[in-house]
């Protein structure tokens, strides 16, 4: 595998479900990130995690519980969704060393709360 | 905050021909990154340029240039002799200096007509 891979690429749950997304990438970077696409609003970061530690949360409801075990995974834990956290969750690394490094944007997970 | 808005929500263009895609960003910094992603119909986010404020030159690549106004904070993708497998989704981005955030604006959707 190469670059950034996610996994499920769908998932169907319903609001008292807990499940788990998954990114890994193999670019050797340092900082990973999730994002959130709703159809018809621009991309929303989540959270940010910079050598494995979380730099920044993006007022994301607690629902949504982030994990970095090391520099090469990224987990969001889900719980108690809503039907309006259907959306596609793309993750992204860079080298958060590099100021002009560019993100790497992995497939995304298709979610759909029912 | 930063702000970047994309006021072309879908653009068409003939194969062959040039098309401009616009972005507009609202900031106070001085220092910041921008750059064009592209997200074909398999969802997988791709760079297609990027553009330093310290630098006066648009970026170049290949059949892609930029038309960056710092004054005006108006960074257009211009994307000559279009091909079919141009069509996507393209959204502009805004990072600050120092920053790991991407800020994005709504997205255009582009579609090549044969």
């Known amino acids: 595998e190469t670059g950034v891979t996610q996994t499920p690429r769908h998932l169907v749950m319903g609001m008292t479900n807990k499940k788990s997304l998954k990114c890994e990438q193999h670019?050797?970077?340092?900082?990973m990130y999730w994002y959130k696409q709703s159809a018809k609003k621009p991309l929303e970061l989540m959270f940010v995690y910079s050598l494995e530690e979380r730099v920044e949360n993006n007022s994301v409801p607690s629902r949504f519980s982030p994990e970095c075990p090391n520099s090469s995974h990224l987990f969001l834990h889900l719980h108690t969704l809503q039907p309006e956290d259907s959306a596609l969750y793309l993750c992204?690394?860079?080298?958060?060393?590099?100021?002009?490094?560019?993100?790497?944007f992995g497939p995304g997970t298709r979610l759909t709360v029912t | 905050a930063q702000t970047v808005t994309q006021s072309q929500p879908e653009m068409s263009v003939q194969e062959a021909e040039t098309v401009t895609l616009s972005c507009t960003y609202d900031?106070?910094?001085?220092?910041?990154?921008l750059f064009w992603y592209k997200q074909p119909p398999s969802r997988q986010m791709i760079l297609v340029i990027r553009q330093e404020a310290y630098k006066q030159q648009n970026a170049t690549e290949n059949r892609f240039s930029v038309n960056f106004q710092k004054a005006a904070k108006s960074f257009s993708l211009k994307i000559s002799d279009s091909q079919l497998g141009d069509a996507a989704m393209y959204f502009c981005a805004y990072r600050s200096a120092g920053a790991q955030k991407l800020v994005f604006g709504q997205g255009t959707r582009l579609t090549i007509n044969p």
């Open positions: 900031t106070s910094e001085s220092d910041y990154y």
């Open positions: 992204a690394s860079s080298r958060s060393e590099a100021v002009r490094s560019e993100q790497y």
């Open positions: 670019l050797g970077h340092n900082a």
